[in-house]
């Protein structure tokens, strides 16, 4: 008697998809993910320039490969199907998947060049212009452009690459990356003859707020910040909205200042102005860098917040240290 072939008793099983209907399908799941963001396929079809009706063919095409029905079609709007939903989650997944590949490639492939505009506190002067002028001798097809401001946060309306920011800081959007870059240590600062003039402070409690500089946002007066409260300043002797300009104030005599110890520390080697108030703690401040979402991140602006952040590491930088935030989620 013969024996049947042994292949016979196995259970059958689904052959591998070939390499061509795997392509087809992935091609077609990108335009599905465009279909139904945008909701239907004439506004798909504007979006990405592909005519509506080949959009409309290739999600009938992976309909057919798949054996199931994805989208339900009205005149006015498309919905998925229970099935369609999981499909797309699934695609949307890997379309994220090819960015993040395509993001990398740029990063590691990328030459930083052309304009790179940015905003920073020009209290930061002293170490920020000698980054960018090591930053230029390195990268010579890189145009620098600089708004000098403490917390510019819209960078869509200011054609920014990357800002540098003190305060009011968003979380991370679809608009906006920011990433805590440095911290700085702050002090109570005057001249020798304002600090001598108001008997040699050891503390704010007793100190009227005509001889206190502040700055200001568009939402009101900030108060300085205590490791142990706020001190409110009501009524300030000069406010302004950087912390240059409320340094400029203090070398001339204006008032008191809370300030970053980077910004002033030539001034107080020379004893242009004091360090006062030293019963008080005043909490350190952080910088952040904001930026664009991911895939508008250029190469330059990469480069420059890695150049930013290398500056910080080797040496001590009085009054400034290195906080860890990459730029990539």
Not at 130 to 144: G, I, N, Q, Y
Not at 177 to 202: H, K, W
Request: charged share 20%.
């Amino acid at each position: 008697m013969m024996q049947r072939p042994i292949y016979e008793h196995m259970p059958s099983q689904k052959s591998a998809p070939s390499s061509s209907l795997l392509t087809a399908n992935l091609a077609d799941l990108y335009w599905l993910v465009h279909v139904v963001q945008a909701g239907s396929f004439s506004a798909a079809a504007q979006r990405t320039g592909v005519a509506k009706s080949n959009l409309s063919r290739r999600i009938i095409q992976l309909e057919k490969r798949m054996e199931v029905q994805l989208l339900i079609r009205k005149p006015r709007a498309l919905h998925l199907t229970p099935t369609g939903s999981r499909i797309y989650h699934h695609a949307l997944t890997m379309l994220q998947a090819a960015e993040a590949a395509e993001e990398i490639a740029k990063e590691a492939t990328g030459s930083p060049r052309g304009p790179l505009h940015m905003a920073a506190p020009g209290i930061l002067s002293p170490w920020l212009y000698d980054c960018l002028r090591t930053f230029s001798e390195r990268h010579h097809d890189v145009e620098l452009y600089l708004i000098e401001a403490d917390d510019l946060t819209d960078l869509a309306s200011n054609h920014l690459d990357i800002s540098l920011s003190f305060h009011d800081v968003p979380g991370d959007s679809t608009d906006i990356v920011s990433r805590p870059l440095a911290q700085l240590e702050m002090v109570i600062v005057g001249t020798p003859q304002i600090i001598e003039n108001l008997g040699r402070p050891t503390r704010l409690s007793g100190l009227d707020d005509r001889s206190l500089l502040a700055t200001q946002s568009s939402h009101g007066m900030r108060p300085w910040i205590m490791i142990d409260g706020e001190k409110v300043i009501a009524t300030p002797a000069l406010c302004a909205r950087d912390y240059q300009a409320v340094l400029n104030a203090t070398r001339a005599g204006l008032g008191l200042a809370c300030l970053p110890l980077q910004s002033c520390i030539a001034d107080l080697h020379a004893d242009r102005l004091q360090l006062t108030c030293l019963a008080e703690h005043p909490k350190t401040v952080w910088l952040y860098t904001l930026m664009n979402p991911h895939r508008s991140i250029t190469p330059a602006a990469r480069a420059l917040v890695k150049h930013l952040r290398q500056s910080l590491e080797p040496q001590a930088i009085v009054g400034m240290s290195a906080l860890n935030g990459s730029i990539i989620a």
